[in-house]
């Protein structure tokens, strides 16, 4: 076997794995969102929030579909230093704004 060869075994399939995992916690985390804002009581500070962790939540499904789409090939590419960044931005921010929700 070469350099240029890979056997990538399982770490792919772990790592899109992991992606879904990630991904289904926080549609949970923007589901609870929706449940606190409806049954607490429709403030326009628990809209606001809430809209923006649906954003966030769009934009950590974007950077999680791509992640997991690159995954495909038999030598994925590392992921970008944009895609990180986005990803953790979106998981910090849905964290804020479940806080927000509470006050």
Do not use: Y
């Not at 409806?38 to 954003?55: E, F, K, M, P, R």
């Not at 950077?63 to 990180?84: D, H, I, K, T, Y």
């Amino acid at each position: 076997m070469t350099a240029e060869e890979r056997d990538p075994g399982l770490q792919p399939e772990r790592t899109r794995l992991a992606w879904r995992r990630t991904t289904l916690s926080c549609t949970v985390a923007a589901v609870l969102a929706v449940r606190q804002t409806l049954h607490g009581g429709a403030t326009d500070t628990g809209v606001i929030a809430l809209s923006l962790s649906a954003l966030a939540w769009l934009g950590f499904l974007w950077v999680a579909n791509r992640r997991v789409q690159s995954m495909g090939g038999a030598r994925p590419r590392p992921m970008e230093a944009a895609g990180a960044l986005m990803a953790a931005a979106c998981t910090v921010a849905l964290a804020v704004f479940a806080a927000a929700m509470l006050f």
